[in-house]
Each structure stands twice: as structure tokens, then as C-alpha cells.
């Protein structure tokens, strides 16, 4: 009979250690959601003490910003750069701009703009996304407050040096 050497006695598994390649491979994402989930709850409880250039809470007084007065101002509002969409210079609180109405055009458009006086929209607004030119408003420019925005009669924040440097 052939002398074999003695095989190493194998140690049997403990529970807190995988033994098997599948059972580290399945713990990795465990392990990295676990931590993931920790950091978001950290950034949240981080995110409670953000203030603002206001000086308190950003969610104190979000409702204020709904309160504040717009403005009219007759002939608009000068433009910041040369190609900055209009300010809506009036309250536009009552116009409703949907897939059915559009209130700007009331007053905006090629056919009531004379008689409102009011500005038209350019011919800009007639374009497609794919260059054609329309006979009437393009779908791409139908919800004017996409570009144009009432203004309010607040201060601001930070003074803008937008073009001035």
C-alpha cells in the first residue's frame, strides 16, 4: 500500500464570514446600499440647517414669496443681455396657458395686438424645431412662461454682475 499524505483538516465555516465566492458577491450590494442609505440620511439631517442669503431657514416665509406685489411697468422692463427673452411686465395671475387656451395671445397675438396695444410675438415664435416657418405660433413656443416671467417687487438678493465684468 502506498503511503498518501494526510489531507489538512478543514476548519468548518463560522457564521460571520462568507465561505463561498457567491456569498461575498451577493453581500457586496447589500453592504454598499447600507452604506449609501447612510449617507442620505446624513445629507438630509445636514440639509435642516441650510440657511439663506435671506438669513433664516430656507423653508421659513416660502409662502411670502406667493404674497409679493407684481409689477406693471408700462413699455417693459430693460433686458440683461441681448437676446434675453422679454419680462412679462403685468400681473398674469388670471391667465390660463393650456393645451386648450392660451390667455398671452388675447392681447399678443398677430390678430389683437394692435388693438391691445401690445407687443406681437416675433417671428421667432413661428419657427419649428426643425427650422420651418409657421403660419402661426410654433408648439415649441406655445407656453410662453417657459422663457417669459412676471416680475415682483423684491429687492435683490445679490447684486447681478451679469455682462458687467
Not at 60 to 82: H, R, S
Not at 134 to 149: E, I, K, N, S, V
Amino acid at each position: 500500500m502506498l503511503a498518501t499524505a494526510p489531507t489538512p483538516a478543514r476548519t468548518p465555516p463560522t457564521d460571520d464570514a462568507p465561505t463561498t465566492t457567491a456569498e461575498t458577491a451577493m453581500n457586496r450590494p447589500v453592504a454598499a446600499s447600507l452604506i449609501g442609505l447612510a449617507a442620505l440620511c446624513a445629507a438630509a439631517v445636514a440639509a435642516e440647517d441650510v440657511t439663506s442669503l435671506r438669513g433664516h431657514a430656507v423653508t421659513d416665509g416660502a409662502d411670502d414669496a406667493l404674497n409679493k406685489p407684481t409689477l406693471a411697468v408700462p413699455g417693459g422692463f430693460d433686458v440683461a443681455w441681448e437676446e434675453q427673452p422679454p419680462m412679462i411686465p403685468h400681473p398674469i395671475d388670471n391667465y390660463s396657458i393650456d393645451l386648450r387656451q392660451n390667455g398671452c395671445l388675447k392681447c399678443h397675438s398677430p390678430a389683437t395686438f394692435e388693438t391691445a396695444k401690445a407687443p406681437k410675438y416675433t417671428d421667432t415664435h413661428r419657427i419649428d424645431r426643425d427650422g420651418n416657418q409657421l403660419d402661426g405660433l410654433a408648439p415649441r413656443r406655445y407656453f410662453c412662461t417657459q422663457c417669459h416671467a412676471p416680475q415682483a417687487g423684491a429687492m435683490p438678493l445679490v447684486e447681478n454682475v451679469f455682462g458687467k465684468r
